[in-house]
């Protein structure tokens, strides 16, 4: 049994997955499992994968049909062995061979549950290589050291929820997996485990390389529709992940609700690819949703602090002149013809 099962969904990632795994076999920490998961890929990844895990007893590889990153973890997650569980996308890589490490060590140290790292990010795009640094870092933290969760209550929900740079033990996942099919699938497990841990570590070092191209999910979303609908099905799978311990947490998740519920529709307005028209009633259907949810948002400290950011007032200008003045509903029975007519408008327009 190995102390850390390292799960790698893998798609269509023959230009680099080689360079994944290397970072992971030069790793200075050797007691781990590699899980890795060809979800049915259509160029050369599984050739690839298959001669890596050929001589190497600590590497499994499982062969599955397309089903997405999110099924692709949950089958690493039901056969991992490991103390602890580290997610990796198979186009990234571990920043450094102390990665895992220092990581592993930290936890051991003071018998933790999650341990969150930085980020370095670059962009490897149109053949264009920018290496981001810190600039790409996405965590709210700034010091290093032990951080006790009931004192820190707002983090889980402001931390990005990432997989990468986070270590969690395979304890405190337990029965939790990531939902199918669903966009913003992290969104709905990882501040639930982070909250679910009585602390965290914060190692204020890159612990993870984080590779932004053309096909990732940062450029689709500038660039494709998307159901932006789904994030009120993930909200609501978030508060069942987080159990016992929801109504502890229910100002931060009011707050959550309210930036990443109106930052949704608000930057889903520069590339939805639908008429001005039809976006105009996906947006009137898509605000009633959110003032039938939490009636109060709008009046969210949080939501106002990030409205003040000049290019969110913006923003907000246009789409308040997009959609105008339109009749509030006034259950959720009533909107969901609507809403599923406006999912499959957008599904017509993203095909």
């Known amino acids: 049994m190995a102390k850390v099962s390292i799960i790698i969904p893998v798609y269509n990632a023959e230009k680099y997955i080689e360079n994944c795994l290397d970072s992971i076999i030069d790793q200075s920490f050797k007691d781990y499992e590699v899980i890795l998961i060809n979800d049915g890929s259509t ?21 599955t049909d397309n089903g997405g990153a999110a ?3 949950n089958v690493g997650l039901d056969v991992a062995t490991g103390k602890y569980i580290k997610f990796i996308d198979a186009d990234d890589s571990l920043y450094s061979n102390a990665s895992l490490e220092t990581m592993v060590s930290i936890a051991d140290e003071y018998n933790l549950d999650t341990v969150i790292g930085k980020y370095h990010t670059y962009i490897d795009l149109l053949g264009l290589k920018i290496r981001l640094g810190d600039a790409g870092n996405t ?10 969760i009931k004192e820190n209550k707002s983090v889980p929900f402001k931390e990005m929820p990432n997989v990468g740079n986070k270590l969690f033990s395979r304890e405190i996942i337990g029965d939790l997996r990531f939902p199918n099919r669903y966009k913003w699938e992290d969104l709905a497990l990882v501040p639930a485990l982070i909250a679910r841990s009585e602390k965290f570590f914060y190692i204020n070092r890159p612990v993870y390389s984080y590779r932004i191209g053309l096909y990732n999910t940062s450029v ?3 660039l494709f529709a998307d159901d932006i609908f789904q994030f009120f099905e993930v909200f609501e799978m978030l508060k069942n992940n987080l159990g016992d311990v929801v109504q502890l947490y229910e100002e931060e998740l009011k707050k959550l609700y309210a930036v990443h519920g109106s930052l949704k529709y608000l930057i889903s307005s520069l590339w939805i690819n639908v008429t001005p028209n039809e976006k105009r009633k996906i947006f009137r259907d898509y605000i009633n949703v959110m003032e039938l949810m939490y009636p109060t948002y709008k009046d969210n400290e949080l939501y106002r602090e990030y409205l003040r950011l000049p290019y969110l007032k913006l923003l907000k200008k246009h789409v308040d002149l997009l959609i105008g003045n339109f009749e509030r509903k006034s259950n959720i029975d009533e909107l969901k013809p609507s809403i599923e007519a406006d999912r499959q408008l957008i599904k017509r327009k993203a095909s």
Request: proline share 0%; hydrophobic share 35%; net charge positive.
């Open 71 to 73: 099924a692709a973890r």
């Open 43 to 63: 160029d050369n990844s599984l050739d690839k994968i298959e001669k890596y895990s050929l001589n190497r007893k600590n590497f499994q590889l499982f062969i």
């Open 220 to 222: 689709k979303d500038a």
């Open 139 to 148: 965590s709210v933290l700034s010091k290093e050291g032990l951080y006790q």
